[in-house]
């Protein structure tokens, strides 16, 4: 009778135990899905670190690009001082012939002074025996007056004329300039000292005539390798127009765009790449954008031009590398109506540059103490809008090519027409090869021949004749344009395709030597580095491309 009470309590202690167990299955979950969010978290942070990273890595590459810069400028500054120290030791070797005149030299002057006062009466002869040093340093005392005279001029106008600052410098440039032109006033040699600055920019950049005209069509066409290409957003909003390279550091490339802004870039030695610099509005006040856009020739400003209709600014001067880049305009207007095609300045000493309008004109701007005056070059020689024009570096003489098929070459310093040329297609542009001054190269609108090859030496006898077809479009625009590689052998042309054509002068063909894919839509222009192996491209894709060779 007591087994069965017993058996019933163990029943209960086992339902315990299956409660109990029933129970601790329900943990699980929560440490599954505090380990979800554990993974989160380390997967935010890991996000967190990567975004810092690239932050880091973006600022290591703005630092180089201004360790770069402030390298360059450090340079300049460098060489700017070997020159100073050169002039002003030439100075004092100029000054320093007075006082190295030896003392003992004079002495034998004396012995002639001893034989002159035999007229005079013998006490005079007494006098010099006893102290011939003596009259000598008198006689030479009122000699160098006038170098004393000249010492104290070199000190006296560097302060009245220049800041306190900058006096001690500047005396040597004007001892220098002095010399050259006596009848020059006080504030002219500074600023010829300056232009004297800048030209040994220039000679660097020039380079020696190379003879390229017996090579043309004789052998067949060497055929460059690209490595692939990188696109970069324009940063335009509407599409590009103008693409310039930096003639004082080709690693500097400007853009311009129909919304008015004028872009600065970097391109890295290490890409191909480009990084951005920075971006001006160039808006006229007439709400114009840039038509056509050009360095000065010391790197440091950039021009553009206009439209002549309603009263509006035609040229502004805008310097990008300063932190302001503020636009100033210029007050004078020559052109009379219509849009200013080309700017384009001339390969001489003397920085000026030529604006091309479509009223037919050509004007001259010449840098005139501090400010630009413009000088009419012609504008009753074309009958038609002036597209382009373009200088020689031989001589003064002015190319100038138009809608109306003309070809002119206008010699400044004679004041007359050099040479005339007429084709058989409009022309859109004009540009000199920069290895052999005797040839240039227009663009022309006949497709199948769009470039045409001329010597300034035959006058109207084509040398040789490039082209394309283009399979989206039969017209040419005038926005397309070429570019000379800077051994003087190969031109890049844009096109209505995608696409960059390449030909080499010396191949005996018409066709492009090779064509590269570049864009998605038609290619404005494409320009070649002088230290790099790159080609730099704008599209109408509002894209920029940088393309590697070798």
Same mark, same amino acid.
């Given at each position: 009778?007591?087994?069965?009470?017993?058996?019933?309590?163990?029943?209960?202690?086992?339902?315990? /135990?299956?409660?109990?167990? !029933? @129970?601790?299955?329900?943990?699980?979950?929560?440490?599954?899905?505090?380990?979800?969010?554990?993974?989160?978290?380390?997967?935010?942070?890991?996000?967190?670190?990567?975004?810092?990273?690239?932050?880091?890595? +973006?600022?290591?590459?703005?630092?180089?690009?201004?360790?770069?810069?402030?390298?360059?400028?450090?340079?300049?500054?460098?060489?700017?001082?070997?020159?100073?120290?050169?002039?002003?030791?030439?100075?004092?070797?100029?000054?320093?012939?007075?006082?190295?005149?030896?003392?003992?030299?004079?002495?034998?002057?004396?012995?002639?002074?001893? &034989?002159?006062?035999?007229?005079?009466?013998?006490? %005079?002869?007494?006098?010099?025996?006893?102290?011939?040093?003596?009259?000598?340093?008198?006689?030479?005392?009122?000699?160098?007056?006038?170098?004393?005279?000249?010492?104290?001029?070199?000190? *006296?106008?560097?302060?009245?004329?220049?800041?306190?600052?900058?006096?001690?410098? =500047?005396?040597?440039?004007?001892?220098?300039?002095?010399?050259?032109?006596?009848?020059?006033?006080?504030?002219?040699?500074?600023?010829?000292?300056?232009?004297?600055?800048? +030209?040994?920019?220039?000679?660097?950049?020039?380079?020696?005539?190379?003879?390229?005209?017996?090579?043309?069509?004789?052998?067949?066409?060497?055929?460059?390798?690209?490595?692939?290409?990188?696109?970069?957003?324009?940063?335009?909003?509407?599409?590009?127009?103008?693409?310039?390279?930096?003639?004082?550091?080709?690693?500097?490339?400007?853009?311009?765009?129909? @919304?008015?802004?004028?872009?600065?870039?970097?391109?890295?030695?290490?890409?191909?790449?480009?990084?951005?610099?920075?971006?001006? !509005?160039?808006?006229?006040?007439?709400?114009?954008?840039?038509?056509? *856009?050009?360095?000065?020739? !010391?790197?440091?400003?950039?021009?553009?031009?206009?439209?002549?209709?309603?009263?509006?600014?035609?040229?502004? =001067?805008?310097?990008?590398?300063?932190?302001?880049?503020?636009?100033?305009?210029?007050?004078?207007?020559?052109?009379?109506?219509?849009? *200013?095609?080309?700017?384009?300045?001339?390969?001489?000493?003397?920085?000026? $540059?030529?604006?091309?309008?479509?009223?037919?004109?050509?004007?001259?701007?010449?840098?005139?103490?501090?400010?630009?005056?413009?000088?009419?070059?012609?504008? @009753?020689?074309? /009958?038609?809008?002036?597209?382009?024009?373009?200088?020689?570096?031989?001589?003064?003489?002015?190319?100038?090519?138009?809608? @109306?098929?003309? %070809?002119?070459?206008?010699?400044?310093?004679?004041?007359?027409?050099? $040479?005339?040329?007429? %084709?058989?297609?409009?022309? =859109?542009?004009?540009?000199?090869?920069?290895?052999?001054?005797?040839?240039?190269?227009?663009?022309?609108?006949?497709?199948? &021949?769009?470039?045409?090859? $001329?010597?300034?030496?035959?006058?109207?006898?084509?040398?040789?004749?490039?082209?394309?077809?283009?399979?989206?479009?039969?017209?040419?625009?005038?926005?397309?344009?070429?570019?000379?590689?800077?051994?003087?052998?190969?031109?890049? /042309?844009?096109?209505?395709?995608?696409? %960059?054509?390449? $030909? !080499? *002068?010396?191949?005996?063909?018409?066709?492009?030597?090779?064509?590269?894919?570049?864009?998605?839509?038609?290619?404005?222009?494409?320009?070649?580095?002088?230290?790099?192996?790159?080609?730099?491209?704008?599209?109408?894709?509002?894209?920029?491309?940088?393309?590697?060779? /070798?």
């Amino acid at each position: 009778m007591a087994a069965p009470p017993a058996l019933k309590r163990p029943k209960l202690e086992k339902d315990d /135990s299956h409660s109990t167990v !029933d @129970d601790a299955p329900p943990a699980p979950p929560v440490s599954s899905a505090s380990a979800d969010e554990e993974e989160e978290e380390e997967a935010i942070a890991e996000e967190a670190a990567l975004a810092l990273v690239a932050h880091r890595q +973006r600022d290591v590459e703005r630092c180089k690009l201004k360790l770069l810069h402030y390298q360059s400028l450090l340079d300049t500054a460098e060489t700017k001082l070997a020159e100073a120290q050169s002039r002003l030791d030439r100075c004092r070797d100029r000054s320093n012939p007075p006082p190295r005149q030896p003392e003992p030299n004079p002495p034998p002057p004396p012995p002639p002074v001893k &034989r002159e006062p035999k007229s005079p009466p013998p006490p %005079i002869q007494r006098d010099p025996k006893p102290s011939p040093p003596q009259p000598p340093p008198q006689k030479k005392a009122p000699a160098p007056a006038p170098q004393p005279a000249t010492r104290p001029s070199l000190v *006296i106008p560097g302060p009245s004329n220049r800041p306190a600052a900058r006096p001690e410098p =500047m005396p040597g440039l004007k001892k220098t300039a002095a010399p050259s032109s006596s009848s020059s006033s006080a504030p002219s040699p500074p600023e010829r000292s300056r232009k004297e600055d800048k +030209r040994p920019k220039r000679k660097i950049e020039e380079k020696e005539h190379q003879n390229l005209i017996p090579s043309i069509k004789k052998s067949s066409a060497t055929v460059l390798k690209f490595q692939g290409g990188t696109l970069v957003s324009g940063q335009h909003k509407r599409k590009l127009r103008c693409l310039e390279l930096c003639p004082a550091n080709d690693q500097l490339v400007v853009t311009s765009a129909l @919304d008015g802004l004028v872009t600065l870039w970097q391109v890295e030695p290490r890409g191909p790449s480009i990084s951005f610099r920075g971006k001006t !509005d160039c808006f006229s006040p007439k709400h114009r954008w840039p038509e056509d *856009i050009a360095w000065h020739p !010391d790197g440091d400003t950039i021009f553009a031009v206009y439209t002549a209709d309603n009263g509006d600014s035609q040229v502004s =001067m805008t310097n990008l590398i300063s932190g302001q880049r503020k636009v100033t305009f210029l007050p004078e207007k020559p052109h009379t109506k219509g849009i *200013i095609n080309n700017i384009s300045f001339m390969p001489w000493s003397d920085v000026c $540059f030529v604006t091309a309008g479509s009223d037919h004109a050509v004007i001259l701007w010449e840098d005139k103490d501090g400010s630009w005056k413009h000088k009419r070059v012609h504008k @009753d020689f074309h /009958s038609s809008a002036v597209m382009s024009v373009a200088g020689l570096q031989q001589k003064k003489t002015i190319i100038s090519v138009g809608c @109306d098929k003309r %070809i002119l070459g206008f010699d400044l310093s004679a004041g007359r027409t050099e $040479f005339k040329n007429l %084709i058989d297609s409009k022309c =859109m542009s004009v540009l000199a090869n920069p290895c052999d001054f005797n040839l240039y190269m227009v663009q022309t609108g006949a497709p199948g &021949r769009q470039l045409r090859l $001329f010597d300034i030496r035959l006058r109207q006898t084509e040398v040789h004749a490039f082209g394309w077809k283009q399979e989206s479009s039969e017209s040419q625009s005038a926005l397309i344009n070429q570019s000379w590689s800077p051994d003087g052998w190969y031109v890049s /042309s844009g096109s209505a395709d995608p696409v %960059i054509h390449i $030909f !080499d *002068i010396r191949y005996h063909g018409q066709n492009p030597c090779q064509s590269v894919q570049a864009h998605q839509k038609r290619v404005f222009k494409a320009v070649w580095h002088q230290t790099l192996p790159y080609m730099t491209s704008i599209s109408s894709d509002l894209n920029i491309g940088i393309h590697k060779y /070798s």
